[in-house]
């Protein structure tokens, strides 16, 4: 079945480290996006791709870095200079502009 | 930037009550899209308008998009406890940005 895969689903991050998210699909979708849940909150957009070799800022990407080297795969790094990293990370393709997006299962990430 | 209000946060009803959550947004929209997502799990994708006063309906799920494509609604008709969730309302306007409204935790009681 095709669909996006997230990893770790639970993460820790001891201060000063950089940790990376890794998300995967095979859904031959052209955008992938990675967007942060708060608790009682909204999604908000980290980062998001078009195409491959080509990423864009969301509304919060500052202390987080992406990649989009091959079509399946958009990980995130969330940074040191992101202080307060403790959200449900959630990742999403879609196969065109304004198609429904997919969503993998997401990943917690505390802070130890 | 643009926004999309959706309201209300909360709503709590009793089995068998009619719930409806609202979006708006102070800027023509391309379309509209409607997802949920349950407690602990991941947005899911309900539906997507993109005419102007559209409404489609899923069994006892009800989705409009206004004459002026600048907000919707979405209406459960006699909600069941399956119902339980957030509902998101997510626009884009002509990006492949998509904003995402603040959600609405519909809560069911037995």
């Known amino acids: 079945d095709g669909g996006i895969t997230q990893s770790p689903k639970y993460l820790f991050r001891k201060e000063g480290q950089n940790v990376t998210l890794s998300c995967e699909q095979n859904l031959n979708h052209d955008a992938m996006y990675w967007y942060r849940q708060d608790p009682g909150q909204g999604l908000r957009l980290i980062y998001y791709?078009?195409?491959?070799?080509?990423?864009q800022k969301g509304d919060i990407a500052e202390g987080y870095s992406v990649s989009r080297e091959k079509k399946e795969s958009f990980p995130l790094t969330v940074t040191s200079a992101q202080k307060n990293p403790t959200a449900f990370y959630l990742c999403?393709?879609?196969?065109?502009?304004?198609?429904?997006?997919?969503f993998g299962d997401g990943t917690r990430l505390s802070i130890l | 930037g643009q926004q999309v209000m959706q309201i209300p946060q909360y709503q709590h009803v009793q089995e068998g009550e009619d719930f409806t959550t609202y979006c708006n947004s102070s800027t023509t929209l391309s379309n509209i899209q409607w997802y949920k997502q349950r407690p602990g799990g991941h947005p899911v994708f309900l539906i997507q308008l993109v005419k102007s006063g559209e409404v489609k309906k899923q069994k006892r799920l009800t989705f409009q998009f206004g004459e002026a494509k600048k907000n919707s609604s979405l209406h459960i008709t006699a909600t069941q406890t399956t119902d339980v969730g957030t509902y998101f309302c997510a626009a884009t306007s002509g990006t492949y940005k998509y904003i995402f409204g603040t959600g609405t935790r519909l809560k069911v009681l037995a």
């Open positions: 791709s078009q195409i491959v070799n080509d990423f």
């Open positions: 999403a393709s879609s196969k065109q502009r304004h198609q429904p997006q997919h």
